[in-house]
């Protein structure tokens, strides 16, 4: 089993980390820890733990190139039979790993993803809430749980345990907004999903987290891939066309394809239509005020 630990800039939570991975009840595992040319003492962290247990391996980048690709070079590491990411900033209980392997391992080859519930911690490791992710996408067909999961898509499970052979059969995480719930969507068109029903996985929510962190859709596109700082953001256009993509893409009858289509229609690009329009609208806007600062220089 492998686990993937993506890190740029995590000196202050990233020990937390990796000590609430190494005491996984269950302990047949790798970390691949990823670092993304981090300024601060990570790499420093990360080599210490290397130092003293043989299931760490660090990984550095002489650039940081993005979160999608320091997320999916992690998976292009892995070597083992399952896969989880995990984020430097989060913890997992002892249990976590071990209730999510049991799934996976003795359960039908239909599971493709199994994940426990989830508590919000804050800074101080405290619990301060319950997190109802609702993603146990157990019905029997690819478009009934598309639908499930984009009538309310909450992106969690994507720190669950995967099927290793099918992670790497999808687009893993894409280069923009929400790409994470593209993904999951992705391997709801393959498989279902299990949600262990024991609050195993602590969520911490802090000012540095990279929503906070990137508060606006064209912040955050660059977080996923510098190469787009300062370009147009078409986020909710762009999503409904990875969607779309990834269902017309999928090794599913016509007719089914076509029931996951009007599932993306339904319950993502008609929620979201208004706020498509209000992207193109700015983008609109930017492009005349470029133009006229062009102009008048």
Known sequence: MSIGLPVYNGERFLARAIDALLAQEFT???????????TDSTLEIADRYAALDPRVSVHRSAENRGAAWNFNRTLDLARGRFFKWAAYDDLCAPGFVARCHEVL???????VLAYPR?????????VVGEWDDGLDLTEPTAHERLAHLLRRPEF?????????DVLRQTGA????????????AELALVGTF????????????????SVNANPDYADRAAWFDPARSGQLTFAMARMTWELLKRVWAADLPAAERLRCTVSVTR??????GREAGGEVKLAL?????????????
Request: aromatic share 8%; charged share 25%.
């Open 28 to 38: 047949d595992f790798e970390l691949i820890v990823a670092d993304n040319a981090s």
């Open 105 to 111: 391992a003795s359960g039908s080859d239909s599971v």
């Open 118 to 126: 989830t508590l919000v911690i804050d800074d101080d490791d405290e």
């Open 156 to 164: 969690h499970a994507v720190f669950g345990l995967i099927r290793t």
């Open 173 to 184: 995480i894409g280069p923009f907004v929400a790409s994470d719930v593209a993904l999951l």
């Open 194 to 209: 299990h949600e262990v029903p024991e609050p195993l996985f602590l969520r911490r929510f802090h000012a540095d987290t």
């Open 267 to 272: 319950h993502w690009t008609i929620p979201h």
């Open 285 to 297: 806007r930017q492009v005349v005020a470029r133009a006229r600062r062009r102009v008048s220089s």
